[in-house]
C-alpha cells in the first residue's frame, strides 16, 4: 500500500512539473541543439546556411580576428563584472539595512527602469554620449573640455552601457541574501570583540556569498555575448551564423562550471548556517 501510494503520489505531480519540462525542452534544449548542429553547416552564398558538414568554423576560432573578437570579449566581461559588483554589493546590502518604508523606496527606483524597454534605455546612453550631447555640454559648462569629446562608441561607453543594464541583477541578488540575514550573529561577533570589518568579513560575507555569486553569473554569462556583439568585428562574425554558432558553443561548458559552482558553494553554506562561524576565529 505504500508503494502503490508513493507511486500515486509522484503521478500526481507529472500535471504540474510537465510545464517545466516543456519550456526547457523548447526554450533551452532544442535551441542549444540548433546551434550546435548549425556550428558544423557552412554559410550560403547571400543569406542563410547550407547544409553541408565542416569543420572550418571551429578551425577559424583559432586566426587572429575571431581569436581576439573572442578574447576581448571575455576581457570587456570581466572588467564589466568587476565594476557590477563594485557598485551592486554596496548597493545591495546597505538597502536590505533599511527599514522597510526606504526599501520599497529603493526597489522601486530599481524596478521603474524595467517598464520600458531596454533598446530605449540604451539609447538614453546615446542622447548622453554623443558629440555635443548632455555630458559634452555638462563639461564645457564647468569649463573641463574646450571642446566636444567623442565618446560615444568608444571602450568606456560600452562598459558604461553594460554596466547600467546588468547592475540591477547583482543588486537584487544581493539584495535577496543581505535582507534574509540574521543580524544577531553580526551582534554576537561584534559583542565577542570583533571589529566592524572582521564582523562582516567572518559573518555578513559568507552569509550574503550566495547572493553575490549568483549576481555575478548572471552578469558575466550574459556579458560575454552582449561584449562579443559590441566588438568592432562583430558584424563579420554575425553575418556568418555558423561561424556564430561555433563561437558560442565553448561558452557552454563555462557556464555549466560557473553555475555547478554556485551550487556548490550554496549548498555549503546554507545547511551550516550559523555554525560555520564560531569555527571562524574573529580576533
Not at 578551425?59 to 573572442?70: A, D, K, M, Q, V
Not at 562608441?153 to 537584487?172: K, R
Not at 552569509?207 to 560575454?224: A, K
Request: hydrophobic share 50%; charged share 15%; no cysteine.
Amino acid at each position: 500500500m505504500m508503494k502503490k501510494s508513493a507511486g500515486a503520489g509522484k503521478g500526481s505531480q507529472w500535471p504540474l512539473l510537465a510545464p517545466i519540462y516543456i519550456f526547457t525542452l523548447l526554450f533551452v534544449l532544442l535551441p542549444m541543439l540548433y546551434m550546435f548542429l548549425l556550428s558544423f553547416l557552412t554559410r550560403a552564398e547571400v543569406w542563410g546556411v547550407d547544409f553541408h558538414f565542416t569543420l572550418d568554423n571551429y578551425r577559424r576560432i583559432g586566426e587572429p580576428l575571431y581569436r581576439n573578437t573572442f578574447l576581448e570579449s571575455f576581457r570587456l566581461a570581466f572588467l564589466s563584472t568587476v565594476l557590477v559588483v563594485l557598485l551592486g554589493y554596496p548597493y545591495g546590502y546597505f538597502m536590505a539595512r533599511m527599514n522597510a518604508v526606504w526599501k520599497k523606496r529603493m526597489l522601486l527606483l530599481i524596478m521603474i527602469p524595467f517598464w520600458t524597454s531596454a533598446l530605449i534605455r540604451l539609447y538614453g546612453w546615446i542622447i548622453v554620449f554623443r558629440s555635443n550631447g548632455v555630458l559634452d555640454k555638462v563639461l564645457m559648462g564647468l569649463r573641463i573640455t574646450e571642446k566636444p569629446l567623442k565618446l560615444l562608441y568608444t571602450y568606456p561607453a560600452v562598459v558604461v552601457g553594460m554596466v547600467y543594464a546588468l547592475l540591477p541583477f547583482m543588486i537584487l541578488a544581493v539584495y535577496s541574501s543581505a535582507e534574509k540575514m540574521d543580524w544577531t550573529l553580526v551582534e554576537a561577533a561584534r559583542d565577542l570583540g570583533a571589529s566592524s570589518f572582521r564582523a562582516f568579513w567572518t559573518v555578513t560575507f559568507k552569509m550574503t556569498l550566495p547572493g553575490l555569486l549568483s549576481g555575478i553569473i548572471l552578469t558575466f554569462i550574459p556579458s560575454t555575448l552582449w561584449s562579443r556583439t559590441g566588438s568592432p568585428h562583430h558584424l563579420v562574425i554575425s553575418a556568418r551564423f555558423p561561424l556564430w554558432a561555433s563561437t558560442s558553443i565553448p561558452r557552454t561548458p563555462l557556464s555549466i562550471k560557473a553555475i555547478s559552482l554556485y551550487t556548490e558553494v550554496f549548498s555549503i553554506i546554507l545547511p551550516l548556517g550559523a555554525s560555520t562561524f564560531p569555527r571562524t576565529p574573529l580576533l
